[in-house]
């Protein structure tokens, strides 16, 4: 777990940076989604929507659907600072499948689909469509290749043999070397990353590799999910890992390479689901994010480096231009909410109930 933070006179205390953009996130659809979408677009200009709905979203009809529901839930979502709100922009996605059609994905680019997501068959929450053989997609991995249009993969191998926490680093040499080796110039962000390794490889990579981390991904290592008990509101796939790992992805975010870049992972699930049995993998940052990123920057001591990795990094590669506007955020204490409102059901978000230690002001 992150070290406390102590009280640095050389750091600002306030910022101000350009617009950041979440590179992935789970808005849901229906009740949840209308609970959770003004927190995403109250911090972001724009985000890659993940499209594993049920049914998960496949063809370009269904994800222009989807769109307009997420602009519909926006602008009923009655927010206070409802004008603000009102630029933010949905990047849609499609699901890819064993059996996705290169003529659907050159629809999806000439209707502005703006990427393609890749979930290994059962590696995480609704991903009972995903791909059960990487060789299958190649006609569409060929396409996209051919398009320009960024491939996303959820790079963790499904083989129960293989340890739950080495299942990212064997992802890379059982399959994303090969994809690479294949096809080398498709545009690939591997998306929150969890290791050493895939910072490495992404690191070491050209121009066609890029990565995502997650806030909780540089904040906690995997003892969080074990101190005192179990604690279901730090779990998510890919599971948090080692001290060493943690250390590893902080380097790769404050760093000076732009190939990684923001991308929350915030994922609601109902709380009683995942206070469970057999609770759901997913952690709940959207209504906090940019302050849990901008601690764990602070903590490296680069709060220099937010700005690139959350604003700039990311449209880069995309070839999207970057935002216009500006966001502060403050070094100031502040206590996030027990839980938030989520129809009926709670959403409990990470960090609960504890202090924040940068506010977001603007
Ligand atoms: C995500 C979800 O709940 O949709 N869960 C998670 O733990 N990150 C799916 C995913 O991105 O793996
Ligand atoms: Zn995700």
């Not at 998306?191 to 997650?214: C, M, P, R």
Request: hydrophobic share 40%; with cysteine.
């Amino acid at each position: 777990m992150s070290s406390a933070h102590p009280s640095n006179s050389s750091n600002p205390l306030e910022i101000t940076i350009t617009r950041p953009d979440d590179w992935h996130v789970h808005l849901r659809d229906g009740e949840a989604l209308s609970r959770v979408i003004a927190h995403t677009a109250f911090q972001f200009g724009r985000a890659i929507v993940m499209p594993n709905l049920k049914p998960p979203v496949t063809t370009t009809e269904q994800a222009l659907a989807y769109k307009d529901r997420i602009l519909a839930a926006l602008r009923e979502s009655h927010h206070p600072d409802q004008n603000k709100i009102s630029n933010f922009q949905p990047l849609m996605t499609l699901y890819l499948t064993d059996t996705t059609a290169p003529a659907e994905l050159e629809r999806a680019k000439a209707a502005g689909i703006v990427a393609v997501k890749l979930y290994p068959f059962g590696a995480t929450t609704n991903s009972d469509s995903g791909v059960t053989d990487i060789r299958k997609t190649y006609p569409a991995l060929e396409a996209l290749q051919r398009l320009g249009m960024p491939l996303l993969i959820h790079a963790e191998v499904t083989d129960p043999s293989v340890d739950l926490f080495d299942r990212e680093a064997v992802f890379i040499d059982r399959h994303l070397k090969a994809i690479r080796k294949d096809l080398p110039e498709l545009k690939i962000v591997v998306e929150h990353i969890t290791t050493l390794e895939a910072a490495q490889y992404v690191q070491s990579g050209d121009k066609f590799l890029a990565a995502t981390i997650t806030a909780h991904h540089l904040l906690y290592n995997r003892n969080a999910i074990f101190t005192g008990g179990i604690r279901p509101h730090y779990y998510c796939l890919p599971v948090l890992k080692r001290e060493a790992h943690r250390l590893a992805l902080v380097k790769a975010a404050t760093g000076a390479s732009s190939k990684f870049f923001l991308g929350t992972d915030s994922a609601p699930h109902a709380a009683h689901l995942k206070e469970h049995a057999s609770g759901c993998a997913g952690c709940y940052t959207a209504f906090s994010a940019m302050e849990l990123y901008a601690e764990a920057f602070d903590h490296a001591g680069a709060i220099d480096r937010l700005e690139a990795f959350a604003s700039f990094n990311g449209a880069d590669f995309y070839g999207l231009p970057r935002n216009t506007g500006h966001i502060t955020l403050r070094r100031e204490s502040c206590q996030m909410p027990e839980s938030l409102a989520f129809g009926s059901a709670k959403l409990v978000p990470l960090r609960a109930g504890e202090a924040l230690e940068w506010r977001f002001v603007s």
